[in-house]
Nanobody, 124 residues
Framework: QVQLVESGGGLVEAGGSLTLSCTASDRTFESYIMGWFRQAPGKERKFVAALGCSDASAHYAASVKGRFTISRDQAKSTGTLRMNSLRSEGTAGYFC?????????????????WGQGTQVTVSS
């Protein structure tokens, strides 16, 4: 079983940047698709970005494409989500997740492991 821990959340002004990290407990994480989701208060958890075993397979939600960058360091079993030009609608809990599927999924049901999340608050 893979345990995921997110870090890096905090308070940032609109237009600012923040980098979130995801650390996995097991080296098998390198064979999983890594995804990031966010959940605003009272809203459903939504897909943000995901990455397969190589940077070439990154996929982003339309709302963050061009502003967010997902990456991973396989040797360290970690992943990051760099968020630029943050907007107030980016205020949410951000969750790292791992999927066994071979193609990148965007639905929460397709992810097998989840972290506890890290809060990002964007002030306007």
């Amino acid at each position: 079983q893979v345990q995921l821990v997110e870090s890096g959340g905090g308070l940032v002004e609109a237009g600012g940047s923040l980098t979130l990290s995801c650390t996995a407990s097991d080296r098998t994480f390198e064979s999983y698709i890594m995804g990031w989701f966010r959940q605003a208060p009272g809203k459903e958890r939504k897909f943000v970005a995901a990455l397969g075993c190589s940077d070439a397979s990154a996929h982003y939600a339309a709302s963050v494409k061009g502003r967010f960058t997902i990456s991973r360091d396989q040797a360290k079993s970690t992943g990051t989500l760099r968020m630029n030009s943050l907007r107030s609608e980016g205020t949410a809990g951000y969750f790292c997740a791992a999927s066994r599927l071979e193609t990148i999924p965007t639905e929460t049901i397709d992810y097998d492991y989840w972290g506890q999340g890290t809060q990002v608050t964007v002030s306007s």
